[in-house]
């Protein structure tokens, strides 16, 4: 039976935050697409303003020119909107209009790649576009190196990807010869699918 593979990352994408995932701090990471974010940790610490926007500025220089902005209007829940993100990574600051900016985070595009590798020990050698023979051990190679590092609370890590293989008739499958491939936890910046624990 033929396979094609297609991939969907299920990882929901931050840094190492708390004490929950959505608590922001400065310095932290937060990514593209991202919901219900608690942006409170970016107010000022002696006004406690609530943030209106959240800015990039020229050089990452609060004191140079505006070169994009994200709407708040609430900074206890708050969306990452991607559409209105111009590049990834970028450095914003929280901003209000009685306090100007206050402190910066990172947003980034939360990626993840696909190869495949012979099996262990051999993850070194990639096999895309090659032919091999039948009963060949392979691995898949998923990288996500922000998603893998900075998505954390603590040593919590909860985003997740799963592999689905859809076959020639349309159906689609998590597991194949026996493997899960669903559910693989996200907590390095790459990992492959025969790793011990995945």
């Not at 107010?43 to 020119?65: E, F, H």
Request: net charge negative.
């Amino acid at each position: 039976m033929g396979v094609i593979l297609l991939v969907v990352a299920c990882a929901a994408p931050a840094a190492a935050r708390g004490p929950a995932i959505g608590d922001i701090a400065a310095g932290d990471t937060i990514f593209w697409y991202e919901e219900g974010l608690n942006l409170t940790g970016l107010r000022d610490s002696v006004t406690n303003n609530p943030l209106t926007a959240l800015r990039r500025y020229s050089g990452d220089d609060p004191s140079k020119a505006v070169l994009s902005e994200l709407p708040i209007s609430d900074d206890t829940s708050f969306d990452v909107p991607s559409v209105l993100i111009d590049t990834s990574p970028a450095v914003y600051y929280g901003y209000t209009p009685a306090d100007g900016a206050t402190v910066s985070v990172i947003v980034w595009k939360p990626e993840l790649s696909l190869g495949v590798t012979l099996a262990n020990p051999w993850h070194a050698d990639a096999v895309e576009g090659l032919s091999l023979p039948e009963g060949t051990a392979i691995a898949f190679k998923i990288t996500s190196p922000y998603v893998g590092t900075s998505y954390r609370v603590g040593s919590t890590y909860p985003a997740r990807v799963d592999l689905v293989f859809t076959t020639p008739g349309g159906g689609e499958l998590t597991a194949l010869q026996g493997k899960d491939f669903s559910g693989m936890l996200v907590d390095t910046p790459v990992f492959y699918t025969d790793d011990p624990g995945k």
